[in-house]
Structures are given as C-alpha cells and as structure tokens.
Nanobody, 123 residues
Framework: EVQLVESGGGLVQTGGSLRLSCAAS????????MGWFRQVSGKEREGVAC????????YYAASVKGRFTVSRDNAKSTLYLKMNSLEVEDSAVYYC????????????????WGPGTQVTVSS
C-alpha cells in the first residue's frame, strides 16, 4: 500500500523557517518524481516544488523560488522541503505527492498523496 506522511508543519512568524518531511512507503521511491503542493481553503491546489527521480532536476513555483528548497533522500525514502523567509501568503496545507511521470509538475499528474500538514505564518 502506497503511503505518504508529511510532518514538520506548524506556526511560525514572518521571516522564519520550517522544514517539511514526507516519509514514503509501499513503492519504489527512486522510481517516482516527488512534489510538494499547497492548498488554501476555497482555492485550487498549487504546485510548490517538484523533483524528478532520474536526475534530481527541480522545479519551483515563481512565488517560492529562492526561498524554498526541495530535496530527496532515496536511501531513506524521504522527501524534504526547506522553507526560508516565510511569508503570510505561504500559509496553507502542504501536501507531498508521488508521480510515475518524469518531470511532472501539475497536481493532475500525481498519483498518490499524503494527508497534508498545516503551515501557518503569522505577521
């Protein structure tokens, strides 16, 4: 059974940092592109950062580029998202997801999802 479990969310002040983790199990982690997405109630889910399985290429949404860093540890089947210089607008539920499609960046391209972790940035 494919399982993705996020952790590391919480409440932080503007300008602070958080590191999200996503523990994966039930599939061959190395063979999947992985992504972080976020969603605010009433809005569509949006891509934040993605990382391929073949060459470690990364993709970032324009709004987080230079502040967020996505990485993966294939030996630990874990995906990370380091978030620096957090802004109030970064507040959302953050989800990790897995895709068999090389270079996938859209939510519709992802096959498995975690339950999400809440990130709240206060001013």
């Amino acid at each position: 059974e494919v399982q993705l479990v996020e952790s590391g969310g919480g409440l932080v002040q503007t300008g602070g940092s958080l590191r999200l983790s996503c523990a994966a199990s039930g599939f061959t982690f190395d063979d999947y592109a992985m992504g972080w997405f976020r969603q605010v109630s009433g809005k569509e889910r949006e891509g934040v950062a993605c990382i391929s399985f073949a060459d470690g290429l990364t993709y970032y949404a324009a709004s987080v580029k230079g502040r967020f860093t996505v990485s993966r540890d294939n030996a630990k089947s874990t995906l990370y998202l380091k978030m620096n210089s957090l802004e109030v607008e970064d507040s959302a539920v953050y989800y990790c997801a897995a895709s068999v499609r090389l270079g996938a960046t859209m939510p519709s391209s992802y096959d498995a999802w975690g339950p999400g972790t809440q990130v709240t940035v206060s001013s």
